[in-house]
């Protein structure tokens, strides 16, 4: 198990499940019933964790990793960081 530094939001947990040899895959689940599914709980690819390198990545989908991010960037619903205009970054 790793140290994850999110905490899950209200209604979501998180799931850690071997993806490579060294390269857990993160998913977070969403505990709301929704109807298409039967009621059944809905899980999206929060990001991926080398434990070798003890590094984060961006999720391309659930089958690819992306690139290498700064845990800081993130956010507790995923691991991509989003693209902000310069104006942008002012405001938040």
Same mark, same amino acid.
């Given at each position: ?6 905490k899950a939001p209200?209604?979501?947990s998180y799931e850690? *499940?071997?993806? &490579? ?23 999206? *690819? ?16 659930s089958k690819t *990793?992306? &690139? ?17 205009? *310069? ?6």
């Amino acid at each position: 198990m790793i140290e994850f530094p999110h905490k899950a939001p209200k209604g979501y947990s998180y799931e850690f *499940i071997s993806f &490579k040899s060294q390269v857990m895959a993160i998913w977070i689940v969403n505990h709301y019933q929704f109807v298409y599914n039967g009621g059944g709980t809905t899980r999206s *690819i929060w990001g991926f964790y080398n434990s070798k390198t003890k590094e984060y990545f961006a999720p391309i989908n659930s089958k690819t *990793i992306g &690139k290498c991010v700064n845990i800081v960037d993130t956010t507790p619903y995923s691991a991509m960081v989003s693209k902000k205009t *310069i104006l942008e970054s002012f405001f938040v």
